[in-house]
């Protein structure tokens, strides 16, 4: 494990400091200062100023719109953002530019690339995930969504769900059939859908803490065209496994800053309303700071690998349980520090669903609440922790596969 950053990291540090100096304001206190029902417009704002400066799609060559950084100088400039409580992207960058658009460089076309990688950078194009259908989720190769050719366009019938901010996208990344008679595997095709049109109807899914982020999308008769398929005809396998590495990449090399942030946030907590007083919760607090300890060197050993040239791979598989069980665990200790004030949700909320309340957020007994039901959905998403299970009792402890 190497814990020295290149010079040139440093070097995109100072770019990112000076340049979020300027723009935010001087008594900045982080999105959670923000009231959760102004945040939306706030964060499309930023998005622009982000996209204006440069600051979406690190790595991508400058020739696509991107800023053109190593890996390991992206990771600094995310940790800035993350320092400063801002996001580094967008609410649905995680798809457009984490998945899609890493995808689209490593798979896609040169028409792709040129036509699609600036439109996901200024925000013209936002894209959401149509993997999952109440049939396939784990077993993902079960997706029955039919695309079939009709001329020189692609026809989408079935249903997906799941589909996170797909209420916020223009575009979705589809896995259809397109091969019923072939292997299940063998006859997917990777295609990329316009979403405004008639046959594309996006139905909101609303959540245990009231919220509604994703979404189930049924289309019926939704056409795109011949050429919108990324590799060939029944290869999509390939594609959508080469996304997921994308989806379960980098960011767990930053995400030990947030939830360094929140379990500060919760140490507060116990200290303002005595809960620190007991033994039992000190001890509980003493462990979560283990946690996020380990997450943070598991951060600097993905960083290692990133700087000597090697994709996360399966040890991902790791740090993908250590995060979302440590954040269950956590949050049932936030519970327990509030006591029956964790059952009256006062106060600001999250504005996601998704990982710790926003930075800086006040410590109220909503925004405890929500995450806390949240934080069960960290152990289904990008791969329930069962199948993370699987791939690290395969892939790298060498077991038979179940
Ligand atoms: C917050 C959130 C956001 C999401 N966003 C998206 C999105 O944007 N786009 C999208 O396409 N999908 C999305 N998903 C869906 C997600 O990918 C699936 O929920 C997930 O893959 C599990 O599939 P499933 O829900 O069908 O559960 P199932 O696959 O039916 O699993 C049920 C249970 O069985 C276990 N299980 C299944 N197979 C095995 C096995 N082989 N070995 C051991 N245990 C097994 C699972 O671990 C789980 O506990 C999202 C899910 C959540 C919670």
């Not at 967008?90 to 899609?100: E, I, Q, R, T, Y």
């Not at 990329?192 to 959540?207: A, F, N, S, T």
């Not at 620190?276 to 996020?292: G, K, Q």
């Not at 059952?343 to 504005?351: A, D, K, N, Y």
Request: proline share 5%; charged share 25%.
């Amino acid at each position: 494990m190497d814990f020295d950053w290149p010079g040139s990291a440093e070097k995109a540090r100072a770019e990112v400091r000076a340049w979020l100096d300027a723009v935010l304001p001087a008594d900045w206190g982080g999105t959670g200062t923000i009231p959760t029902d102004e945040l939306g417009a706030w964060t499309l704002e930023w998005r622009t100023q982000l996209s204006d400066g440069g600051w979406i799609g690190l790595e991508w060559p400058v020739e696509y719109g991107g800023r053109g950084l190593t890996e390991i100088d992206a990771i600094a400039v995310m940790e800035e953002f993350a320092r400063a409580g801002v996001p580094s992207q967008g609410p649905n960058d995680a798809f457009s530019v984490g998945m899609l658009g890493n995808t689209l460089l490593a798979l896609g076309t040169e028409e792709q690339k040129q036509h699609f990688l600036p439109r996901i950078i200024s925000g013209e194009d936002v894209w959401c995930q149509g993997y999952s259908e109440p049939e396939a989720g784990s077993d993902l190769a079960g997706v029955k969504t039919r695309a079939v050719l009709d001329g020189d366009e692609w026809v989408l019938n079935g249903q997906k769900v799941w589909t996170s901010a797909g209420h916020l996208a223009n575009w979705i990344f589809v896995l259809c059939r397109t091969d019923p008679e072939a292997p299940k595997h063998r006859g997917i095709s990777f295609l990329l859908c316009p979403m405004d049109q008639p046959g594309v109807e996006v139905r909101p899914i609303e959540m245990l803490s009231g919220q509604s982020e994703f979404n189930e999308v049924f289309f019926t008769d939704a056409r795109t065209s011949r050429e919108h398929i990324v590799g060939q005809v029944n290869d999509g396998w390939r594609v959508a496994m080469a996304l997921l590495g994308y989806e379960r990449g980098k960011d767990a090399a930053v995400a030990s800053l947030a939830f360094r942030a929140e379990l500060d946030r919760l140490v507060a907590l116990a200290r303002d309303n005595g809960a620190i007083d007991d033994p039992l919760i000190r001890e509980r607090l003493v462990r979560a700071h283990e946690r996020v300890k380990i997450m943070r060197f598991m951060g600097y050993s993905q960083l290692t690998k990133f700087a000597n040239g090697h994709a996360p791979g399966a040890d991902a598989a790791i740090t993908k349980i250590w995060w979302s069980e440590h954040h269950t665990v956590l949050t049932e200790l936030a519970m327990d520090i509030l006591g029956p004030e964790g059952l009256v949700p006062e106060g600001r909320r999250p504005s996601s669903a998704f990982r710790t309340d926003d930075w800086g957020a006040p410590n109220s007994s909503a925004s405890w609440q929500s995450v806390f039901l949240n934080s069960r959905a960290g152990t289904i998403y990008a791969g329930t922790n069962e199948i993370q299970r699987n791939i690290i009792g395969e892939m790298i402890l060498g077991l038979p596969k179940g």
